[in-house]
């Protein structure tokens, strides 16, 4: 059989998408390569440490990702994405009796005490925060807890205005509180973040912006969601000057 090159271009880009989600899936809390930190000794699944990519094959990636306009946010709730930290999820880390909030609390600090024998709850810990560089200390209370939050990579009313909205209500479950979308950081920071784009906002550490583009690019090509041409010329510019 004679291959063209129309028939190319589209066999070369699924190679791309599954070379991108087997760095992701490979890393699964299941695999041996899960993260240790986050192994309870009680026979849990933890949730995964994200995986790394090469800025090449995120680049790839992304050219495989639809371009589009950004939907109307009509409709947008955060009920949309089911509730808050679910433990009743088909991701990492699902079913494991914890909530998601603690998983990724257990993934992302050091030093990590619990309030509870079940080794759920997180209560305090310290966290070497990827986006400001800076080292924060988790006390878990009504007025501390805020110190360190739960970034969505993506954020969820941006995810629900390039495609998330044609996601069943269990895939959207599953994207609010999959390990790959999740980040501990700094609260302050996230708050500045709020439902921006990359087009809009980037971490203040540029160190990590290479990682955080790369982990955004996985999810939108895990859960079918499209990128606009500012925020697809954004990750291009800043990924070409990764390694």
């Excluded at 807890?145 to 069943?168: E, M, R």
Aim: aromatic share 6%; net charge positive; glycine share 6%.
């Amino acid at each position: 059989m004679k291959f063209t090159a129309q028939r190319l271009v589209p066999i070369g880009l699924a190679i791309v998408t599954i070379i991108g989600l087997t760095y992701y899936y490979s890393n699964r809390a299941d695999s041996p390569k899960a993260n240790a930190q986050c192994d309870t000794g009680s026979g849990q699944v933890c949730a995964e440490a994200p995986a790394s990519m090469p800025s090449r094959d995120a680049l790839a990636m992304l050219d495989t990702i639809r371009v589009a306009g950004r939907a109307p946010k009509t409709g947008y709730t955060r009920e949309q994405f089911g509730p808050a930290w679910s433990d009743n999820v088909s991701v990492p880390g699902g079913h494991n009796g914890c909530g998601t909030r603690d998983d990724i609390l257990q993934r992302d600090l050091v030093d990590v005490t619990f309030k509870d024998a079940k080794r759920c709850v997180v209560a305090t810990g310290t966290l070497n925060d990827v986006y400001t560089g800076r080292t924060i200390k988790f006390v878990r209370g009504p007025k501390t807890s805020d110190d360190v939050q739960i970034d969505h990579i993506i954020a969820l009313s941006d995810a629900w205005q390039k495609g998330a909205q044609q996601l069943s209500a269990d895939r959207r479950r599953d994207l609010a509180n999959d390990p790959l979308n999740l980040q501990a950081v700094d609260g302050p920071t996230n708050q500045s973040k709020s439902d921006s784009d990359a087009a809009s906002w980037l971490p203040p550490s540029k160190g990590y912006r290479c990682a955080y583009l790369t982990r955004q690019i996985q999810v939108k090509v895990a859960y079918q969601l499209w990128v606009t041409q500012p925020e697809k010329d954004a990750m291009t510019r800043e990924l070409a000057t990764c390694p």
